[in-house]
């Protein structure tokens, strides 16, 4: 029997290690972390993401335990709509996109992967001669080698050598909160170098994450930034910030990756993060996790090509890197002339433009 390595053991090397095993292969999975947890943050699946959990035999016990999205759209820092996306029409034409705790979703992708398989509290340190995983309970060794540990990826090393995440001038933060009133609805406020966005999850509670421009690495910046920067912002914003709780807020600086020139070398391959982190803003760093771990693991058992893998995914995910990227420029800008340019044009655009520039993302064959 076959066997993958697999080092990282969040959303992308779960996948992976399931995708591998429905293909026949033995797996290892090496995690960092003693444990295998994820923090409290919600996350968006789209329909592409769910074509990839269906052909993981996951896709509707997902879908059991997360809610569809039933509207979205960008206002302005004042609540006025810019751009209201026309969730029925993205329903019938690629399906309907679900949001859940991602707590809830990497316990469902732990459980479908067999106990034995992943060793957590196993720091990497780099894949040697042969491809041999060096971690710190020794070595390990297999037919295929998977890096799918992150944006700052030790595996990464052997294919590409050394390359440097960029920053993307823009801070984060994140935290799931109890509202005393229902929220309804989900979407984006952007103001000037600012936005704030929510989402109900399927208890009830509301996902809330902000972003605004600020130099990698600033201190502080907890849940009484937040209320300073969005406080007066439009309703429930300030409901769901007087909600929340300072412990929980996560607070993180966004960086994606420069153009990879390969994602394979030899028996060694990079999914997820490690080979195309990417910006929130387009929503699609796990469902993007998702395509790689079915596309890998039918190469690998087809013929065990990682140039035809690369062939598939890198052009794919590098065009979805730069389009998260250009998106995130024009969302944090902060000159008023062209914050009022932005939202003009925002304004102006038609509901079936939206929806066609959502095809190259959205439609994946599998």
């Known amino acids: 029997m076959p066997k993958a390595v697999i080092v990282g053991g969040g959303i992308g090397g779960l996948a992976t290690a ?118 710190s309970a020794g070595t390990s060794a297999g037919d295929l080698v998977v890096g799918a540990d992150g944006v700052r990826s030790v595996v990464r090393r052997a294919v590409c050598g050394e390359i440097e995440p960029r920053y993307s001038g823009y801070t984060a933060w994140r935290v799931v909160v109890a509202p005393t009133e229902p929220v309804g609805d989900m979407g984006e406020s952007w103001g000037r170098g600012e936005r704030f966005g929510y989402g109900t999850l399927p208890d009830g509670r509301v996902y809330c994450f902000a972003t605004a421009d600020m130099a990698a690495g600033t201190a502080g910046g907890g849940l009484s930034e937040m209320r300073a920067r969005f406080g007066s912002w439009h309703d429930p914003i300030p409901a769901l910030l007087s909600a929340a709780d300072d412990t929980a807020i996560l607070k993180h600086d966004l ?43 039918r190469v690998a058992a087809e013929d065990g090509d990682l140039a035809r893998y690369d062939a598939q995914r890198r052009p794919r995910t590098q065009m979805i890197v730069k389009r998260s990227r250009v998106i995130g420029a024009v969302g944090q800008l902060s000159s008023p002339l062209a914050v009022l340019a932005r939202n003009a044009l925002l304004r102006l655009t038609p509901p079936s433009v939206q929806l066609k520039s959502l095809a190259p993302v959205l439609d994946w064959e599998g």
Not at 268 to 290: F, S, V
């Open 18 to 135: 399931i995708a591998f095993t429905r293909q026949g292969w033995e797996v290892e999975v090496l995690e960092r972390s003693a444990r295998i947890t994820e923090v409290g943050a919600g996350i968006s699946l789209w329909s592409n993401a769910l074509q990839a959990l269906d052909e993981l035999g996951l896709g509707d016990e997902i879908r059991g335990r997360a809610r569809e999205e039933s509207s979205a759209g960008i206002r302005n820092s004042k609540g006025r709509w810019l751009s209201r996306t026309d969730i029925e029409a993205v329903r019938a034409r690629y399906g309907s996109p679900i949001m859940m705790h991602r707590a809830d979703f990497l316990e469902i992708l732990r459980a479908a992967v067999p106990e034995y398989a992943v060793r957590t509290g196993i720091s990497v340190s780099g894949v040697q001669a042969d491809d041999i995983v060096a971690h």
């Open 255 to 297: 960086y994606d990756l420069p153009p990879l020139k390969t994602y394979a070398t030899g028996r060694i391959a990079l999914i997820g993060d490690a080979a195309h982190a990417m910006t929130p803003n387009l929503g699609q760093g796990a469902c993007q996790a998702l395509e790689d771990a079915v596309t890998l693991a």
